[in-house]
């Protein structure tokens, strides 16, 4: 019994509904393609639009669809025209023997014509339709003669109406046929090539007219069906346009179905409206639209066949798959799937730019390391190789001739190589000179010993040009590294904003345009590209504010308040009439602000002064101070600490950390020059989120910090720029308070007081007496003090910079939003 449970227990087998599902969607795509492939690539499309356009009519008498259609295609497709003529002729001849025999000699016609004035023509497509009006104008009148032997003036208008209505379609044509029959289409489709579409379509379901299947006419329900598919996807808009275009077209083709028109017309409005509802929604709008429209017994029928027809083209709609609507609305403009699809598009090409620039930062970074490998070498194999070859040019001058060689460097190899490297090392330290206790040793060990020491001596001036050239080549070497590695990380990072995508803010969006509109302002357009902390980017669009200050006063404001943090305007671009619009970026307030003052003089008041100075806000929050002095006096010494900061505020604006770009600055200096020009830096990069600061002194004298009663200074030992090749820049950092005020000045200033032996003590003790926190002020008060202790002489370029930092608090205080609060 319990061997039977067992057994009954056990699985019979495993059904694997994953890989089920997975082989019917890979079949449904299988089948897909090869109806894609028999359709649009072989063309076969073509021989069934032939068909229902060969046998469509208007007023019941006219044909100007087949030549039309068949010179287009002619044109666009011409090894697919065969297939579209046969379509053609064998939708006439549903009417009538002697339509099919029109249609045919009309095309014979045509291309006669094209083919004798061709040579004539450069621009085919634009004298096409001009082909197509005479053709059909020639062809009507032929045949009316043959069939009736005179021409009456009602034939005539009919074959003129008839001609005009071909040189239309031409155009209507030319620009529809490619749409259907290319595999590959562009993104988006144009308003006018959509409305030509839609004419297309419906002419070639006004071949359907006639048709019944249960009763239920054809025309009706695959145009009810086409309504149903464009309010789908594009919306009321276009669905509205879709109905009565199709409409229109189907009461010249059949007057008796006028009131179809309303219907459609309506049928897509309602549609559109409830597309929300997604296919359920469309489908109600169609079956309300069919019951307001079907109760006025316009349509010949009752309205239970009305409601029929509609059931059925809603059961088409239904049964069409999400992937064909999805691919139709990838190419109308304003739907979300065009949307994503050029999201994605954008998305893509982002991500290709932001790979080609991370794989230039690679491209650095690794000749970084290259640079960097190539200088970690072994110090001491390279010295015992430069030993080896000095030693070698003075033997080579010395020993080979002398009679005791073999004695010295043969029996005695390991005693000679010591005492001759001593003895230039000794020589080396200590300017040439050796000791007397060596110097004994080596006249006993040599017969040439004041030869050999004279020789090593000449020798020694070039080992040591020798040995500078590869430490400055080496030095070189870790500049360009450090170069190379700076622009590596500043291109890493503009990659990853690159990739950064921006956030959907759309709800966002909404409360904040609400919030504004119900204080009373209004609003035309909100963009968030940013909420983050610290990094708020808003761009608003708003109605000419007459320059009232509305965006600084009131919208700044209310959005501090809604965001909790202080919100200002970036950056507006007010319009130049009344009915125009304001443009205006608001931006996150930094935690800081930096306000500064200047006082600087020429010596002996001359108008050139070789002090520059320059403040400068660096993105990502940075707020740097800098003053250069040149060297000496006058116009040179100004180019030089001009071109100084030039060049360090270039190097600096591109993200290249401080150190770096000094350094980049001092290699550029002291190679582009044989003169000894240089330049002093005093550099000071504070953060305006934090007001922690960073000093960077080259050469400069020292800075002060006044905190209340207390100052504080702050100095570093570094020699001026392009002096040496390679140094080490020493960085102090210092963290700042609100209400702290910053001294930074040239040597002319710290070092003008007459008859003070302490600058230090004496500076200190005159900020501190200021009794005034305006920088400004302060710049020229210490610029006073110093000229007036020199009895009115400048005898040095002299340049003050005071600095206040100071929390940042907005003009205009915020003002609450009580309604978005509830509602966040």
Known sequence: MQKVERNMMEPIGEVHLEESRFRFAKGMSKLQSKIENLFLKKGYILLIIGFLLGRALILAQLTPFSLPFFAAVYLIRKDRAPIALFGLVAGAATLSFTDAVFTFGSVFLFLLLFKLTKKWIQNSMKVLPFYIFFTILIGKMLKVLILSGNITLYEGMMTGVEAGLGLVLTFIFMQSIPLMTASKRKQSLKTEEIVCLIIMLASVMTGTIGWTIYDLSVEHVMSRYLVLIFSFVAGATVGSTVGVVTGLIFSLANVSSFYNMSLLAFAGLLGGLLKEGRKPGVALGLFIATLLIGMYGEGGGALGQTLTESAAAVLLFFLTPQSLTSKIAKHIPGTPEYSAEQQQYMRKMRDVTAQRVVQFSNVFEALSKSFTTLQVQDETLETDRDMDYFLSNVTEKTCQTCFKKDHCWTRNFNTTYDYMSEIMQEMDQNSGAVPQKLSREWDKH????????????????????????????????????????????????????????????????????????????????????????????????????????????????????????????????????????????????????????????????????????????????????????????????????????????????????????????????????????????????????????????????????????????????????????????????????????????????????????????WMKRKINELQTEDPQAIADLIMEEVIRSRDGSIEDDMTVVVAKIDHNIPKWASIPVTNYQKRA
Do not use: W
């Open 446 to 761: 040599c017969t040439r010993s004041k030869k050999v020491m004279e020789i090593m001596q000449q020798q020694l001036t070039y080992y040591q040009a020798n040995k500078k050239l590869k430490k400055q080549v080496q030095e070189s070497r870790r500049l360009v590294a450090d170069q190379l590695l700076g622009v590596s990380e500043v291109m890493g990072d503009f990659a990853k904003e690159i990739q950064r995508e921006r956030e959907n803010h759309s709800k966002q969006e909404e409360q904040i345009l609400e919030a504004l509109q119900e204080f009373g302002i209004h609003i035309e357009n909100v963009e968030i590209y940013s909420l983050e902390q610290g990094n708020v980017d808003i761009d608003m669009t708003i109605p000419y504010c007459q320059g009232h200050g509305e965006c600084e006063k009131l919208i700044a404001p209310m959005l501090s308040d809604i965001l909790k943090e202080n919100i200002v305007v970036n950056s507006e671009e007010c319009s130049t009439f009344p009915n125009g619009f304001c443009h205006v970026t608001f931006r996150s307030a930094k935690a800081y602000a930096v306000s500064t003052g200047v006082a600087h003089a020429a010596k002996d008041g001359d108008l050139i002064s070789g002090d520059s100075y320059s403040t400068i806000e660096l993105s990502g929050g940075k707020y740097a101070i800098a003053i250069s002095d040149g060297m000496g006096n006058g116009e040179r010494a100004h180019s030089e600490s001009r071109d100084t900061l030039l060049l360090l505020q270039q190097i600096l604006q591109s993200g290249i950390e401080e150190k770096v770009a000094i350094k980049s600055v001092n290699s550029i200096l002291s190679l582009r020059t044989t003169d000894e020009i240089f330049s002093t830096l005093d550099l000071v990069m504070i953060d305006l989120q934090n007001a922690s600061a960073r000093f960077l002194k080259i050469g400069s004298t020292p800075s002060f910090i006044k905190r209340g009663g207390k100052v504080m200074k702050v100095q570093a030992s570094n020699l001026p720029m392009g002096i040496l090749q390679e140094f080490e820049v020493d960085v102090v950092g210092e963290q700042l308070k609100a209400g702290d005020l910053l001294v930074m000045m040239s040597d002319g200033v710290f070092e003008g007081p007459r008859h003070v032996e302490n600058y230090d003590l």
